[in-house]
DNA sequence: TGCGTTTCTTAATTGACTTTACAAACCGAA
DNA sequence: TTCGGTTTGTAAAGTCAATTAAGAAACGCA
């Protein structure tokens, strides 16, 4: 065990700062020492070394209308970037974002026959040529965030299951990490893609020590899970796997299957009961389809509100994009009908979560390094 | 906001020290500095600080095969003590709990004819009559703590839906908590029952940052939910309020009703569906009986491990305690059934969490305020 | 008695913060 | 123009709680 020593107070308060800077626009030393409340000493000190690490910089004075001006400071954005890639079952996707969470032109490419191309042909190119034309310091760009569909467990790099990249069973993927990294001279960090997306909407939305489910309506159904501003894996890295979730009334022994959810909310399953590919349509719109996946969606919202009591509920993913307003209003009313706690169910703010999480995952551990270096 | 600073560091060792000592059993300084990796002479000083506190008691010489002897040390169980109380529907429950969470003889009280005569009336009789029995310094006695069958809101002191103790609305009893704490001058603490018997089922289980959902299944259903070693409460307070979970694929609208899981299992339910009172049953071993509650009840466990991939649920309540092993296996065999992750589905181990974990609270807090004080 | 080993303690040093004091910059009014 | 009030930024000294280093104390055993 570590004990607690000074540098980690040091650490703390740097962070302090850098999260106020990270909210955007200019402040003031003075101010971060108003908002802080760390001693203005210790501010200088702070904003000096963040100076230094090129993560900060001055930006003329500003105008109160009393006293001297203040010097004001702002973050710089581009002082650290990261690639975030996304690799879905027929796509792979992949930005490079910045500190400020701006996420500059991405790069969509069809995935490969199977996990090795993808990860050691596509991707490879996708991200030499988004290096080519980021307009960023390739210095900068601190690593690669990749998310992938299925449970992953960081000690091992094993995916548990991911029939969508064609995996049949459980495999290391460790291999591909480290030809990553060594090409590209780069840290990779792998996750969950829906633990990916809801730190990204985390992220668009500002949100700090906050509460946030994400909800992946897509090829299968999944959940993001933050409590208190921190990501939850699990005990066995699956949380969120609610595509297991059952509910039925009627339970018959031995003839009960795990996956009900999945079974009615997923993109192939909509596609064969109505006809159609929601990744293209407007008509999804029609009620009983809408209503087809509003009503266990509802059910399943309600039941987690009433369990962890958290107050937004964000809809993403393919489906929750194509099947359009009538469909949210449809989960919104039920869930108000169900449910006695108060919960606003709202549709992701951010284009891209996915890969915006997954650079964000990269740029705080980066951040983290950079803020608990000495001097 | 409250910057960072040097006695933080110093609360948090102290802290270390003290969890390590409530394990139980002696230690040495030596060997505190090799479990926590704090330096020695810090260790000493901490020690030092405990024992003037009169948390800690030397307890005579080691005998290791070679070297100097260590002064073992041990925690002093009764340096610190609290009065933990349970309102239930029909009964109050007290008792009084030490530092190591040993339960002196517990007092049992049939309620008042509401609300006030409990809290006025009864309680403070019982306390009394605990103190007076205690073979504990009263001055040890650092407070009571009050678990009480609704939604709590500690800032406003409202109880939000409580029928079982006969309140038809939200009701502030922040009165009752300022009666009791100044007549025997100490302070209250207020939570849900079912967050308190959490608490008291994870002392009693001497974990530390683990998860543990606790199942109370009694005159009504409710889950207590500890996620890396924090009680959740919640956005209003309410979290774990999962009798309001539905499972219905045959969901008709407007004929939907919030509260279907605790339709199902619940004490007056069982009473009248089958006719027995499980407070004094053995026939409640009858197949029927035990499938209609742990089919429900196997759906919503397996559903929050989806969610969550927790490792632990833990069943209590007296439905559990008269059900007897039957229906716990039962339900281990439906949700193993129906869950794809692992999870360990347990009797509770605590006799009496709820007490248990009311006085933890309390406890937590004096010890917190006596680790941080000066010197 | 002396040596190796482990435990505990003291003394000096370090790191990061705070308080205090003050210099710098700015505005507006006498 | 100067002077006082106000705000910002910096320097110096002091505080707090940790660490490292050194050594004293206690013990077993040859």
Chains 1, 2 share one sequence.
């Not at 050691?120 to 990749?146: F, K, N």
């Amino acid at each position: 065990m570590k004990s607690y020593i000074a540098s980690d107070v040091r650490d703390v308060n740097r962070n302090t700062v850098f999260r106020l800077l990270r909210l955007g626009g200019e402040t003031s030393r003075a101010e971060l020492t108003r908002l802080t409340g760390i001693s203005s000493p210790t501010v200088i000190k702070i904003v000096e070394f963040m100076k230094e690490k090129g993560l900060v910089e001055e930006s003329g004075a500003g105008s109160p209308t009393v006293g001297r001006k203040p010097q004001m400071i702002r973050l710089n954005k581009d002082a650290a970037s990261a690639v975030g890639v996304i690799l879905e079952g027929e796509y792979l996707r992949a930005s490079i974002v910045n500190l400020a969470g701006d996420i500059y032109p991405s790069s969509l490419r069809r995935a490969g026959a199977d996990l090795q191309e993808s990860m050691t042909v596509i991707l490879p190119e996708m991200i030499e040529s988004l290096l080519a034309l980021a307009h960023v310091d390739r210095a900068s760009i601190r690593g690669i965030g990749l998310g992938i569909p299925g449970g992953y467990d960081p000690n091992t790099h094993v995916v548990n299951f991911a029939p969508l990249i064609r995996l049949t069973g459980p495999t290391c993927i460790a291999p591909y990490e480290r030809a990553l990294g060594e090409r590209f001279a780069m840290p990779v960090v792998v996750d969950n893609d829906v633990n990916m997306a809801v730190l990204g909407e985390y992220r668009a939305r500002a949100l700090d020590g906050a509460d946030l489910i994400y909800l992946s309506l897509g090829t299968g159904i999944g959940a993001g899970v933050m409590l208190g501003g921190a990501l939850r894996h699990g005990n066995t890295w699956q949380c969120g796997e609610i595509g297991y979730m059952t509910f039925m009334d009627n339970y018959v022994p031995g003839h009960t299957h795990p996956g009900w959810l999945e079974s009615r909310i997923n993109l192939s399953a909509v596609r064969e009961k109505f006809g159609f590919d929601p990744y293209h349509v407007e008509k999804a719109l029609l009620p009983d389809v809408t209503d087809h996946i509003s009503v266990p969606l509802a059910i399943c919202i309600s039941n987690v509100v009433s369990l962890l009591d958290c107050d937004t509920v964000v809809l993403g993913g393919i489906l929750t994009q194509s099947l359009g307003n009538v469909f949210l209003e449809s989960v919104r009313a039920k869930v108000q009908e169900l449910c006695v706690l108060n919960v606003s169910v709202e549709r992701q703010l951010c284009v891209d979560p996915g890969v915006l999480g997954a650079a964000s995952v990269v740029l705080d551990r980066a951040i983290k390094a950079i803020l608990s270096e000495q001097e």
